[in-house]
């Protein structure tokens, strides 16, 4: 069995202060992880996938998310806030049999 | 590279009738399709998998007789949406998996809207 936990439906920061989307997981198997971003009205764009190389992965647009595996976590970081960063996050596992958990997403607010 | 389309991106119909949405993988052979469905201000529900040649896989709850899944080719899937109803009304994601490399990456389509009258 697998799941996926965003610990916060919501989170606003001021432009140019960081971001931090957490992401807590379960998974019976080595999984692989990911970032997905979602702008209104618009399709999933990925930002970052962890498959077991490197725990600390650099993705798009400045984004980057460590894989803890201790602490079953893969939050999702950015040193600055941009506006185009406001958007649906979504954190997303995979396991066995390409079985896919999406996590119930996180809205970031970006104020001026 | 790995770019996934939908058509069409937005489409209306009356109650009743049947709508067909195409996924393509257009630079790769996708071997795994995945069908979801996305409600107002909510995550990502996945209706079904499917593999090329053989039939979907449909997630607990999801009506195959309703939502019909094609996956003819290593190229293209068709969710054929039956008997359409104003509930049905949604956005319908598909994303493709590729054969190599496999790290069951999942590369989405821009989504349908779909909106029954």
């Known amino acids: 069995a697998q799941s996926v936990t965003q610990l916060d439906s919501h989170v606003s920061v001021s432009e140019g202060t960081p971001v931090l989307l957490r992401c807590n997981y379960s998974s019976s198997y080595s999984p692989s992880l990911f970032w997905y971003v979602q702008h209104p009205n618009k399709g999933l764009q990925l930002l970052l996938k962890y498959t077991s190389a490197a725990t600390l992965v650099k993705g798009i647009n400045g984004f980057e998310a460590e894989f803890k595996k201790s602490e079953t976590s893969f939050h999702l970081t950015k040193p600055s806030a941009h506006m185009s960063d406001a958007a649906e996050y979504f954190c997303?596992?995979?396991?066995?049999?390409?079985?896919?958990?999406f996590g119930t997403g996180t809205k970031l607010q970006v104020i001026p | 590279g790995a770019v996934v389309s939908q058509h069409p991106s937005r489409v209306i119909c009356k109650s009743g009738t049947s709508v067909k949405i195409e996924c393509r993988s257009l630079?790769?052979?996708?071997?795994?399709m995945f069908w979801y469905r996305q409600f107002p201000k909510k995550s990502l529900m996945l209706m079904a998998t499917?593999?090329?040649?053989?039939?979907?896989?449909?997630e607990q709850g999801v009506e195959k007789d309703k939502f019909l899944i094609n996956h003819a080719s290593l190229t293209l899937s068709t969710l054929t949406v039956t008997s359409a109803h104003p509930e049905d009304s949604s956005f319908y994601i598909c994303?493709?998996?590729?054969?190599?490399?496999?790290?069951?990456?999942?590369?989405f389509g821009p989504g349908t809207r779909l909106t029954v009258l």
């Open positions: 997303v596992v995979t396991g066995g049999y390409q079985k896919v958990t």
């Open positions: 499917s593999n090329e040649g053989s039939k979907a896989t449909y």
């Open positions: 630079d790769f052979q996708a071997t795994t």
């Open positions: 994303s493709a998996s590729q054969r190599e490399p496999r790290d069951n990456e999942q590369f």
